[in-house]
């Protein structure tokens, strides 16, 4: 596809046309359209090949109303919280990034936020603003600083199972192996960062 320049996303969409063609449908047939459906009109009628959480922010922007009229769309689908146990601080360490603030295709505002926090104490652990988030290397970098300059490191590490994270676990777990601990891969917990509530002796954080 590449090779014959054929883009299933075409980044020189504006978001301005996307959202004049969704409200253009919206105050049209299109107004009882899911923002699936909506994708795939302006595809067909409006030839802007554009992803869905674009045209679900131009809906969002056009007729929120509308959205939740079609059964919150995007909304209340999220499950309950999971829990898990700590024995107290510097027990397991979460870890995670956020990319949402970077804008339309990561470029708008290229800055992305990588840290880490401690479960039991929830206390900010090391913050990191750079320009990526994805790189495994930089990930890996800073937990190896994080290391060297505490000298603390976590029984456990929770992470989402994104390719940024896999050189610092292979780190964390291989530190593991040269303590002597049995089995290194155990201290590896993958969940998403949305579940990072936990129970330390009956009460909820």
């Keep these: 596809m ?23 449908e919206v105050d049209g047939p299109g107004k009882l ?10 595809r067909q009628e409006h030839e802007l ?39 107290g ?12 603030r970077m804008g339309y295709q990561n470029s708008t505002f290229p800055l992305a936020i990588y840290g880490c926090i401690d479960t039991a104490s929830r206390k900010i652990l090391w913050l990191k603003i750079w320009v990526s988030n994805s ?3 930089q990930i890996g970098r800073w937990y190896l600083e994080y290391l060297f300059e505490t ?24 530190l593991h192996r040269m303590l002597g601990n049995e089995d290194p891969s155990n201290t590896i917990i993958y969940g998403p960062s949305t579940s990072n509530q936990v129970k330390v002796q009956g009460k909820l954080f």
Excluded: C, I
Aim: no cysteine; glycine share 10%.
């Design 89 to 100: 601080p510097n027990f397991v360490h979460s870890l995670d990034g956020v990319d949402k």
């Design 33 to 42: 359209l899911g923002y699936r459906a909506m994708q795939k009109k302006l």
């Design 2 to 24: 590449r090779y014959f320049d054929v883009s299933y996303t075409d980044k020189n969409v504006t978001v301005e046309q996307v959202t004049e063609a969704v409200a253009k």
């Design 151 to 174: 000298r603390v490191m976590p029984w456990y590490l929770r992470l989402d199972k994104g390719t940024e994270t896999g050189t610092m676990a292979t780190m964390h777990a291989y």
């Design 49 to 87: 090949n554009v992803p869905r959480d674009l045209v679900y922010a131009a809906m969002q922007e056009v007729d929120p109303q509308g959205l939740e009229t079609r059964g919150g769309v995007g909304n209340g689908r999220q499950k309950k919280k999971g829990k898990y146990t700590t024995k």
């Design 135 to 137: 790189n495994p290397q």
